[in-house]
């Protein structure tokens, strides 16, 4: 017990001091995560990079433990290519999210990585081999074993991402995982993976010492993704020493929070007609602050009650028989169903809503397709602003506008082009979205800016969505084009630093 503790505290300490400094440099360099999308809750700039701290911190008394001769550390080398897994596999999981974090990475690198390190992980023995549950004999999984690991880690990384919507959120989630987890690897003689969780939960709670809300600092998604990739090995390996009846069932409960928000976002996207991978501000933690008029540190504190429940359910599974397991399962069944009607996700008076707006998501999607292919098809700003044009009348707007910065000259002077499309389209008071381009050099290319009088009370996330794929196909197209003159007698807006 004593390593264990020592492990915690270390990743504690270490945690909570890199974490600082990682804030204290990202102020310094500009790294903050901007509040200039709807479904963000923070109001102002937050430093991110926060996950660093958390990786580093983990990994600490785990090397530690390499190189010092004790019992423990020999446990350690007899596992060696287990260890060297975790840490390698860690290691890629934590580069992509810090290259997600400063370059941002789309849908098909992330998977691409993520499948590659689950992959990896089902060659060196981390497997779901076969799933057990209370009303019946074990289901061996045979070939399915290679599917059911892969999704089983990727879904749980991209989960905890998911999850991390809130300040301290991801970080609580994931410190009652790792506690569960703990328990039950200690339960169990499984040396390796309470040292692992005893790190793990040291580590979030070091960030989270300035991550709770109002957070200081975010982890971002190298935080996120690592988080989830260290809890979906290790459940693996717990479970696999279980001799209860719901063996693998326990880490999906002591995971309960994350997996449900995922499959709830699933299910609503599909339904409503939007992209997978599109954001959005219906998560369960959304929902907590809208629907049941919580605080933001309210709404946190009622999901760490939540994810403590899951936890301890998970631990009575992990001892139950099977009448106790299936009593388990009911319960905590019974409290999800009570929970995402209580958030409006089962109100079968939304049904009409969510056919409407899914038939209109679908036409939008084939909207900004033919605006993408004329956007990436243009040879010049007139061109884009043309392919953009359209735009204005499929999302009933009032004001379109595109605004185009050449770069600084000598004197530090820059200059703007300006299009402008007003229409006929309301008057209502109104409401106004800008979409910023990418930036070159630490400049911003321009802006696509949207004005609506048609008296919505806010922005449409799904209007949103759409101007923010056309604004990455025109920051792609204005960067590849040659960027000309400020044409005699055009708009010029002198921009000056």
């Known amino acids: 017990m004593v390593t264990y503790a020592v492990a915690f505290l270390v990743a504690l300490m270490v945690g909570a001091v890199l974490t600082l400094l990682v804030r204290n440099q990202a102020v310094h360099l500009g790294w903050f995560d901007q509040a200039r999308s709807t479904r963000k809750v923070h109001v102002r700039p937050v430093p991110r990079l926060g996950g660093i701290a958390i990786v580093v911190a983990f990994f600490t008394p785990m090397t530690a433990l390499l190189v010092v001769d004790s ?13 060297l897994a ?33 992959l990896a992980m089902w060659g060196v023995g981390l497997r779901v081999e076969s799933i057990t549950w209370p009303f019946g004999p074990p289901i061996s999984l045979g070939m399915l074993s290679l599917p059911f690991t892969l999704l089983w880690i990727v ?5 905890v991402n998911l999850i991390d919507g809130l300040d301290g959120l991801a970080g609580g989630v994931a410190f009652f995982a790792a506690g569960t987890n703990l328990v039950l690897a200690l339960a169990r003689g499984d040396v390796l993976m309470a040292l692992c969780m005893a790190a793990l939960a040291g580590a979030v709670l070091g960030f989270l010492v300035f991550n709770f809300s109002p957070a200081t600092i975010f982890m971002g998604d190298t935080g996120s993704m690592f988080l989830g990739f260290v809890l979906a090995t290790v459940s693996i390996k717990t479970s696999t020493k279980s001799g209860t009846a719901v063996a693998m069932v326990v880490p999906v409960i002591a ?12 299910f609503r996207r599909a339904l409503l007609g939007r992209r997978m991978f599109d954001a959005d501000r219906d998560h369960i933690h959304h929902r907590m602050m809208s629907r049941l008029k919580l605080s933001h540190r309210d709404a946190v504190l009622a999901l760490y009650a939540l994810s403590v429940l899951f936890g301890a359910t998970a631990l009575g599974l992990a001892t139950a028989n099977n ?32 056919n409407a707006t899914r038939r209109r998501n679908l036409q939008l999607r084939q909207v900004v397709r033919r605006s993408v292919d004329a956007i990436e098809a243009s040879t010049s700003l ?5 392919a953009l044009r359209p735009l204005a009348a499929e999302l009933n707007a009032a004001r379109l506008e595109f605004w185009f910065h050449t770069p600084k000259t000598s004197t530090d002077e820059r200059e703007g082009l300006h299009y402008n499309l007003e229409r006929t389209a309301g008057t209502a008071l109104p409401v106004e979205l800008s979409v910023e381009l990418g930036r070159v050099d630490g400049d911003l290319l321009g802006v696509v800016h949207t004005t609506w009088r048609d008296g919505r009370m806010e922005v449409d996330r799904d209007d949103e969505l759409a101007l923010e794929q056309v604004a990455q196909a025109v920051t792609a197209t204005v960067l590849r084009i040659s960027i000309p003159p400020v044409a005699e007698g055009a708009k010029v807006v002198p921009l000056r630093k």
């Open 71 to 83: 019992g423990v550390g020999r446990q350690f080398l007899a596992n060696r290519d287990l260890v």
């Open 86 to 118: 975790l840490f390698l596999g860690g290691s890629v999981v934590a580069l992509l999210g810090i290259y997600d974090d400063f370059r941002g990475s789309g849908a098909r690198l992330k998977f691409t990585v993520q499948f590659a390190v689950a």
């Open 155 to 159: 879904g749980v990384v991209n989960a």
């Open 255 to 266: 995971l309960g929070l994350p997996i449900t928000d995922t499959l709830l976002a699933m």
């Open 323 to 354: 009448v106790q397991s299936a009593l388990l399962l009911a319960a905590i069944s019974v409290v999800v169903v009570v929970l995402v009607r209580k958030l409006g996700y089962l109100d079968p008076r939304s049904a009409q809503a969510a």
């Open 382 to 386: 007139t061109e884009v602003w043309n």
